[in-house]
């Protein structure tokens, strides 16, 4: 059972707790592309992928959640645009790849 932060008696402590929580992170951004690739089969067009008014309005809950948190929200906001333009990324992938299929 990792330590509260106040609890820890020594770096290793602390960077253990450091390197349990990234991995529990990156775990939920693996589960978090198996969804954004679960919805693109809803989706009929690369406007439908790139789905700017979601992306902005949730990049505006991220900010909000951010603050709750104590968090810098500019900081959170760049983190999750970058991740958002990696699944597109990705989709439009997809989306090329099926475009293709179609024409041969």
């Not at 951004?29 to 979601?54: C, L, M, N, W």
């Not at 333009?85 to 299929?101: G, R, T, V």
Request: charged share 30%; with cysteine.
């Amino acid at each position: 059972m990792t330590r509260q932060p106040e609890e820890c008696s020594n770096i290793q402590e602390v960077r253990a707790a450091i390197d349990s929580i990234d991995h529990q992170i990156i775990a939920a951004i693996g589960q978090r592309f198996k969804y954004v690739k679960a919805a693109a089969k809803f989706k009929h067009s690369e406007t439908d992928v790139q789905a700017p008014d979601r992306l902005k309005s949730m990049l505006q809950e991220r900010r909000v959640w951010a603050k709750g948190e104590g968090l810098d929200p500019d900081v959170i906001e760049n983190l999750y645009q970058d991740l958002v333009n990696y699944f597109i990324a990705e989709e439009l992938k997809y989306w090329q790849s099926k475009d293709s299929l179609k024409s041969e």
